[in-house]
């Protein structure tokens, strides 16, 4: 009886130096995954961790977070400051009218574009397209009224773009 006390001692005490020997090889892979955590990196803050770098990463998404919300305020301020026809101001109405400006170019390469706001005030971009080049003439526009004398063409985008600004507000009401 004795040597089968004996025997069982000797395996029990072998077990334990197995889980003692699979133990610190787990501490073992432990320690070296914390220092790997703990080691910092490379570049401007080498010597932050990892967990460091996350918590900083967390409170500059926070940060963010707290602008977009604020940015989102103001969207909505100024479009509601616009009314239902929108932000005021806005060059909304856009009318262009296509022609040749010379009778031996064809292809209606010369162009005069109207952009204007709700009170008709804005500008009119003209192109024309010679047999040699083109030349861009920019002008005033206010309350539908042009600030210099408007072409024949230039006029004809301001009307269509203000007949358009009529349209609008005759389907939003």
Known sequence: MLTYVAVFALVL???????AYFALRTLAKLRRATAVLSRGARGPEAQASLIEATQRNTERCELMAEELGLLREQVATVAAAGGPGGTPGALRNVALVR?????EMSGRLSFSLALLDEQGDGVTVSAIAGPTDTRVYAKGVSSGKGENELSPEEQQAVSSALAKRRLLSRKSA
């Open 13 to 19: 005490g072998y077990l334990a130096v197995v889980g």
């Open 99 to 103: 022609y040749d400006a010379f009778g």
